[in-house]
DNA sequence: CGGTTAGTTAGTCATGTAACTAACTATAGA
DNA sequence: TCTATAGTTAGTTACATGACTAACTAACCG
């Protein structure tokens, strides 16, 4: 998850990982959506795909790139964790941060 | 959200970040939990700061960080947009894919 | 085969950033 | 006011990583 979060952290490869939200696309598909060179798109595909993000199949000399779903899943699991801070319950957890704050006190 | 992914791409930061969702601490608290000097905790927390992630509160001579809500929230919309990848209507999906390929195909 | 299209790999360079030490600031208490 | 506690800021160094160019590999086609 750790890794995951460094190799979207990459701005590139963000926009390349929400290119490919959309539909799979080939690396001149790609190249043609960034700001890179094709060396560049190339390597960040690497990264992306040793990370586990992403899958290539081949089609004639084209390669063909597609999301992995399990590392967003286990991210989507973790924000969702997250989600103490905001949900309906405040006032629990106010409570929980009060009680936190009593604790301190001593 | 570019930002917060950076920000938390740290392993640091994400260890301090996992810490305060559990509950608001003071520096000391979190260097004890992590294996950095104070200075090192100290910077990394401006780090979250300015990015919006966290926030201080002043105790004596102490500073007790929290957590923000909102850019925790953010990105687990933002995940929330992948769960195409994996949600029960797969075959919805691969009809999806197969009409990417037959406009490929072209 | 020889060429063309599509993509990857290697090598160099520059930049950003994390860790460390040392010095500084602020609050509390005797 | 002097000292101790809690944290921040500054300056240096080292390392990781992204961009660029050039060279290489693979698949198809005439």
Redesign the interface.
């Known amino acids: 998850m750790?890794l995951t979060?460094?190799t979207?952290?990459e701005?590139n490869r963000?926009n390349i990982v929400e290119l490919l939200?959309k539909?799979?696309r080939s690396v001149s598909e790609i190249v043609q959506a960034l700001n890179i060179g094709q060396p560049q798109v190339s390597r960040h595909l690497r990264i992306l795909s040793e990370a586990g993000l992403v899958r290539a199949r081949n089609?004639a000399q084209q390669r063909?790139y597609?999301?992995?779903?399990?590392p967003?899943?286990d991210?989507?699991e973790w924000?969702?964790?997250?989600?103490?801070?905001?949900e309906e319950r405040l006032d629990n957890f106010e409570d929980?941060?009060l009680d936190?704050k009593r604790k301190?006190d001593v």
């Open positions: 750790q979060l460094l979207l952290a701005p963000f939200k539909a799979p089609k063909i597609s999301l992995e779903a399990q967003f899943q991210l989507d924000f969702d964790s997250f989600s103490i801070l905001w929980y941060m936190y301190e």
